[in-house]
């Protein structure tokens, strides 16, 4: 068991989010950033569905009560162990009695802890994460509190593994850390001015000719107005060439829409799921788990790509993933 | 048929919201509910469109042979043979669901700004909404908000300029030409014209959402003493 003695800026349990619901409005929810939350799940010998919690810039102070197998993936938010520095990207066997702290953030802004086993709690609509705004699913459907009490689920043989190895190495300390990582080709730098890949959206070309250029060769900066629904931008204002009413319809994680005030809107995990707005572009899958490490103030820069380029890169990204599934597998043999 | 991203395409089974359009989307659902093919994740119905969500991986895997093509363009072909098959512009019977309904009073509160609007009295806003011919075009914005289609002009209310921060879920309010019942509580600047005990949403249920697109919608006026009735009996 794990227990919050500090809760965090919003700290909640979220997995890959909730599908084949949102025919009836119920949102995905889920994480932010999905390739930091598959590896951290990898690390520790976890399916890449298991639930995580997911940190936000300032991160929580948790107590561990037993010995766990973790690992901190994404945003670096400076975590230590009982005061002592530990990485990224890589498996920690945490000893019982120790302390998990988070500094200050250096880089993106979200972080993911995995623990082997997974988080211990219910699926709600086939799905672990939490969905905020309904009270649902996540634990007791909420963000993490002061006092909360995480219980993990059985490890299996790969993390009982992962602990043996990592037990031999550790000693008489309060935790030990893997000396190997993830390769560094994997998990993406964050950029000060990221170039973020976008497809064009499916009313692009309703937008004035000024605005579709500015749109893939001016930089864009989050605002503070921005949450897990939704990345608000500051920049120069969009506009259609006619104003014209569209029906609302569906849209994506990484979905870019432009309200009548001109500044465009990306829509995150939390997003509705239909939107009236004018969709400008839509973010290369690939290129989102960057743009969720953006944080109000950051800049962004977009660049086009085809939609059958963003496929292709994103197959590859899959097949890089499952490579590292291997490599794991093969680090334990 | 249009992408929306490198995991998604939008069908267009119809330009304007209207029922024939509706009843299309609603054939081209009852076919992704049999789950015809396992590269589908999920879909989305709106009021002309279909938003079929899938997995490029796994078309990938399967469709080793067909290299060439993108698994964007193998799904569109396989979605294209489906519209061909489907017999579209098909019409079925709607289903009537009856959403009692206390107008008025706390449950309610501006029922008569509605009404002081458009010139009538609080009970003729309250009989012409409870008689209008509502369908339900979509379900979205929110876990089992309907967009209801169907409200008289009479009754059009602008929305109010400053939102309230907590709407109570059940709340029923206009907002323009617009009804809608909030299945969650959410901030929200509709007009509240009155309250539903019954549940929109329904978290544990196989189906969560109480209503569907294609749904006929009949308000029925209850009391207070009923609303309270309702309300304990879940």
């Given at each position: 068991m794990?227990?919050?003695?500090?809760?965090?800026?919003?700290?909640?349990?979220q997995?890959?989010?909730?599908?084949?619901?949102?025919?009836?409005?119920?949102?995905?929810s889920?994480?932010?950033d999905?390739?930091?939350?598959?590896?951290?799940?990898?690390?520790?010998?976890?399916?890449?569905?298991?639930?995580?919690?997911?940190?936000?810039?300032?991160g929580?102070?948790i107590?561990?009560?037993?010995?766990?197998l973790?690992?901190?993936?994404?945003?670096?938010l400076?975590?230590?162990?009982n005061g002592?520095?530990?990485?990224?990207?890589?498996?920690?066997?945490?000893?019982?009695?120790?302390q998990l702290?988070?500094?200050?953030?250096?880089s993106g802004?979200?972080?993911y802890?995995?623990?082997?086993?997974?988080?211990?709690?219910p699926?709600?609509?086939?799905?672990?994460?939490t969905?905020?705004?309904?009270?649902l699913?996540?634990?007791?459907?909420?963000?993490?509190?002061?006092?909360d009490?995480?219980?993990?689920?059985?490890?299996n043989?790969?993390s009982?593994?992962?602990?043996?190895e990592l037990?031999?190495?550790?000693?008489?300390?309060?935790?030990?850390?893997?000396?190997?990582?993830?390769?560094?080709?994997?998990?993406?730098?964050?950029?000060?001015?990221?170039?973020?890949?976008?497809?064009?959206?499916?009313?692009?070309?309703?937008f004035?000719?000024?605005s579709q250029?500015?749109?893939?060769?001016?930089?864009?900066e989050?605002?503070?107005?921005?949450?897990?629904?939704?990345?608000?931008?500051?920049?120069?204002?969009?506009?259609?060439?006619?104003?014209?009413?569209?029906?609302s319809e569906?849209?994506?994680?990484?979905?870019?829409?432009?309200?009548?005030?001109?500044n465009?809107?990306?829509?995150l995990?939390d997003?509705?799921?239909?939107?009236?707005?004018?969709?400008?572009?839509?973010?290369?899958?690939?290129?989102?788990p960057?743009?969720?490490?953006?944080?109000p103030?950051?800049l962004v820069?977009?660049?086009?790509?085809?939609?059958?380029?963003?496929?292709h890169?994103?197959?590859?990204?899959e097949m890089?993933i499952?490579?590292?599934?291997?490599?794991?597998?093969?680090?334990?043999? | 048929?249009?992408?929306?991203?490198d995991?998604?395409?939008?069908?267009e089974?119809g330009e304007?919201?209207?029922i024939?359009s509706?009843?299309?989307?609603?054939?081209l659902?009852?076919?992704?509910d049999t789950?015809?093919?396992?590269?589908?994740?999920?879909?989305i119905p709106?009021?002309?469109?279909?938003?079929?969500?899938y997995?490029?991986?796994?078309?990938?895997?399967?469709?080793?042979?067909?290299?060439?093509?993108?698994?964007?363009d193998y799904?569109?072909d396989?979605?294209?043979?489906?519209?061909?098959?489907?017999?579209?512009?098909?019409?079925t019977?709607?289903?009537i669901?009856?959403i009692?309904?206390?107008?008025?009073?706390?449950l309610?509160?501006?029922?008569?700004?509605?009404?002081s609007?458009?010139?009538?009295?609080?009970k003729e806003v309250?009989d012409i909404?409870s008689?209008?011919?509502?369908l339900?075009?979509?379900?979205g914005?929110?876990?089992?908000?309907?967009?209801?289609?169907?409200?008289?002009?009479k009754?059009?209310?602008?929305?109010?300029?400053?939102?309230?921060?907590?709407?109570?879920?059940?709340?029923v309010?206009?907002?323009?030409?617009?009804t809608?019942?909030?299945?969650?509580e959410?901030?929200?600047?509709?007009?509240?014209?009155?309250?539903?005990p019954?549940?929109l949403?329904?978290?544990n249920?196989?189906?969560?959402?109480l209503?569907?697109?294609?749904?006929?919608?009949?308000?029925?006026?209850?009391?207070?003493?009923?609303?309270?009735?309702l309300?304990?009996?879940?």
């Amino acid at each position: 068991m794990i227990s919050l003695t500090k809760p965090g800026l919003l700290t909640s349990v979220q997995d890959l989010g909730r599908y084949g619901f949102q025919k009836y409005g119920v949102i995905t929810s889920g994480v932010m950033d999905q390739l930091a939350h598959r590896t951290s799940n990898l690390l520790v010998g976890n399916e890449e569905n298991e639930a995580t919690i997911e940190l936000t810039l300032l991160g929580p102070v948790i107590d561990f009560e037993e010995d766990k197998l973790i690992s901190i993936c994404g945003g670096n938010l400076s975590p230590s162990i009982n005061g002592e520095p530990v990485r990224l990207w890589r498996p920690i066997l945490v000893k019982e009695g120790s302390q998990l702290r988070f500094g200050q953030c250096i880089s993106g802004c979200r972080a993911y802890l995995a623990i082997a086993g997974g988080i211990g709690v219910p699926n709600v609509m086939d799905s672990k994460s939490t969905y905020l705004r309904a009270g649902l699913g996540g634990f007791k459907g909420r963000a993490l509190n002061v006092g909360d009490k995480l219980e993990t689920k059985p490890i299996n043989d790969v993390s009982a593994r992962m602990i043996d190895e990592l037990s031999k190495c550790s000693g008489d300390e309060n935790f030990a850390e893997a000396d190997w990582s993830v390769a560094s080709d994997l998990f993406p730098s964050y950029e000060k001015i990221p170039s973020i890949r976008v497809m064009k959206g499916r009313q692009y070309h309703l937008f004035s000719k000024e605005s579709q250029d500015t749109f893939f060769s001016q930089p864009f900066e989050i605002t503070p107005q921005s949450d897990r629904m939704g990345y608000r931008l500051k920049g120069p204002s969009l506009s259609l060439e006619e104003a014209s009413e569209m029906l609302s319809e569906a849209v994506n994680f990484g979905t870019i829409q432009v309200p009548s005030d001109g500044n465009p809107i990306v829509l995150l995990a939390d997003r509705q799921t239909t939107g009236g707005y004018p969709k400008i572009g839509q973010i290369a899958t690939v290129d989102l788990p960057l743009m969720a490490q953006l944080k109000p103030g950051d800049l962004v820069r977009f660049v086009e790509v085809s939609h059958e380029e963003a496929q292709h890169l994103y197959l590859e990204r899959e097949m890089k993933i499952q490579q590292l599934m291997q490599g794991i597998l093969l680090k334990l043999r | 048929m249009h992408p929306l991203g490198d995991n998604a395409v939008i069908i267009e089974v119809g330009e304007e919201m209207n029922i024939e359009s509706q009843k299309n989307v609603e054939i081209l659902c009852s076919f992704f509910d049999t789950q015809p093919f396992d590269w589908i994740i999920e879909y989305i119905p709106a009021f002309t469109t279909v938003a079929v969500f899938y997995d490029p991986v796994k078309i990938q895997k399967k469709h080793k042979s067909d290299f060439l093509k993108f698994p964007y363009d193998y799904a569109c072909d396989a979605l294209n043979k489906i519209l061909v098959e489907l017999q579209l512009n098909e019409t079925t019977e709607p289903r009537i669901v009856e959403i009692p309904v206390c107008y008025g009073g706390e449950l309610g509160p501006d029922i008569e700004h509605v009404a002081s609007y458009n010139g009538i009295t609080t009970k003729e806003v309250m009989d012409i909404h409870s008689k209008g011919d509502y369908l339900v075009h979509m379900i979205g914005f929110a876990p089992g908000f309907p967009y209801i289609g169907g409200m008289s002009d009479k009754i059009a209310t602008p929305r109010r300029t400053s939102p309230r921060l907590k709407i109570p879920a059940g709340t029923v309010g206009i907002a323009g030409k617009q009804t809608g019942v909030y299945p969650i509580e959410t901030p929200g600047g509709w007009q509240l014209i009155g309250r539903t005990p019954i549940k929109l949403f329904l978290p544990n249920e196989a189906t969560p959402s109480l209503l569907k697109a294609g749904d006929k919608i009949k308000f029925t006026p209850i009391s207070n003493e009923r609303y309270k009735e309702l309300e304990e009996e879940g």
